[in-house]
C-alpha cells in the first residue's frame, strides 16, 4: 500500500489549490484542524481526502481533556511527499 501512494504521490502534479494547501500545512508544524482549512481557507472536503489518499498529507487523531471533557480532534498534516511535491 505504502509503495502504491508514493508511487501515485510522483506522479500527480500537485494543482494551484493543492500547492497552496500543502503549503499551508508545511507552514503548520502541528498541523491543521479541517474545518479551519475548509472554512477559514475555503478548501473543499473533497480536496483534502484527495491529498490523503495521494499520500501528501496524512490525518492525526489527538485527544484532548478541557475542563473536565474528553475531545478527540483531527489535524491534517502535510507528509514527506507533500513536501517534495511542493518542492517541484
Excluded at 508514493?6 to 494551484?16: G, N, T, Y
Excluded at 484542524?33 to 481557507?41: A, N, Q, S
Excluded at 473533497?46 to 471533557?69: C, P, Q, Y
Aim: aromatic letters at 4%; hydrophobic letters at 45%; zero cysteines.
Amino acid at each position: 500500500m505504502r509503495a502504491l501512494r508514493s508511487q501515485l504521490s510522483r506522479k500527480l502534479r500537485p494543482s494551484p489549490e493543492w500547492r497552496q494547501a500543502l503549503q499551508l500545512l508545511a507552514r503548520s508544524p502541528r498541523g491543521a484542524i479541517e474545518d479551519v482549512l475548509e472554512l477559514g481557507h475555503g478548501f473543499s472536503h473533497e480536496m483534502l481526502a484527495m491529498l490523503v489518499l495521494a499520500g501528501l498529507a496524512t490525518v492525526v487523531t489527538e485527544t484532548l481533556r478541557v475542563d473536565g471533557g474528553t475531545f478527540k480532534i483531527e489535524r491534517m498534516r502535510i507528509t514527506d511527499a507533500g513536501r517534495l511535491a511542493i518542492r517541484g
